[in-house]
């Protein structure tokens, strides 16, 4: 067991150096994240005029949720966890995993944990220089709980989001391109994962749509979490969804792993 930890430990220090290379890279986008945030709040300040609420949220509520969407778009979004398998897998890279004692899921999860720790991290660099223009927007609630269930919410949230990911580009051992898979499931996401507008507004029918969908369990509900936009019992009752859509995720990949790494010793002779 001691062996194992330390063994992905050397991969998580392995990657947290490789991220820190382009470390300049995460601070930009996170920058230019700034960009979009100032036209979110363009727009949406906008919706507000002349309404002093919005499906019953105010606007420093709503400008709380984008913010909040933006520090975990960079602590557990799976930005090209898909492309960087298929990758690997087209190009035969993959064959050195399989002659060693290396689970590949937990070796690339690994990986994803330390990109997500330096990006996460970095993306506080912008929020903090924007802070004095973003401080009267905020509003956070002040419930204990929240923290208690907002810091699993994001874990299991990561688990999906680089479970997706990870499926996505298991894919690559029966088709030649995933692009199509992967902008498929990114429109899906961001209309039903709440990252063009919180699920809450939606027609009521969407909303309860979306709680069976693991895009969901994503981005929205974690965000919502934190920022007040649902009580206690939905928070306990999300964490028992989000585990289930774990699970099922982890067999599927299971699945996808074991069919294909027949197909590629087939097709490698």
């Known amino acids: ?4 930890l330390n063994k992905y430990r050397h991969v998580f220090l392995v990657g947290l150096q490789g991220n820190i290379v382009y470390r300049w890279n995460f601070a930009l ?9 100032m036209v979110v709040f363009i727009l949406w300040g906008a919706a507000f005029q002349g309404s002093p609420e919005i499906g019953g949220f105010d606007v420093r509520q709503t400008m709380t949720y984008f913010v909040m969407l933006l520090v975990l778009q960079f602590f557990i979004g ?7 398998i298929s990758e690997e897998i087209r190009n035969g890279l993959i064959n050195q995993f399989l002659l060693k004692p290396i689970n590949y899921f937990l070796y690339r999860f690994t990986i994803y944990l330390a990109a997500r720790l330096v990006s996460g991290l970095l993306v506080l660099l912008p929020l903090l220089v924007a802070l004095p223009f973003l401080r009267d927007y905020l509003t956070f609630p002040d419930e204990a709980w929240r923290i208690a269930v ?61 709680q069976w969908l693991p895009f ?44 294909g790494l027949r197909r590629h010793t087939a097709v490698g002779g």
């Not at 874990?155 to 692009?179: K, V």
């Not at 928070?235 to 067999?251: D, E, F, K, N, P």
């Open 1 to 4: 067991m001691i062996a194992a």
């Open 29 to 37: 986008r996170g920058f230019f994240s700034l960009f979009h945030l």
């Open 78 to 84: 799976a930005f090209n966890e898909d492309y960087q």
């Open 150 to 210: 907002g810091l699993p919410a994001m874990l299991l949230s990561g688990l999906i989001q680089f479970s997706i990911a990870y499926c996505f580009g298991l894919l690559t051992f029966w088709f030649l391109e995933i692009q199509g898979f992967v902008i498929l499931s990114l429109a899906i996401e961001t209309v039903l994962g709440g990252q063009m507008f919180p699920l809450d507004l939606m027609p009521d029918w969407v909303f309860r749509l979306s």
């Open 216 to 259: 969901y369990y994503q981005m929205y509900f974690p965000a919502a979490v934190f920022t007040g936009r649902i009580g206690p019992e939905l928070a306990m009752q999300g964490l028992a969804a989000q585990l289930a859509w774990v699970i099922a995720l982890l067999l599927l990949n299971q699945f996808l792993w074991s069919r």
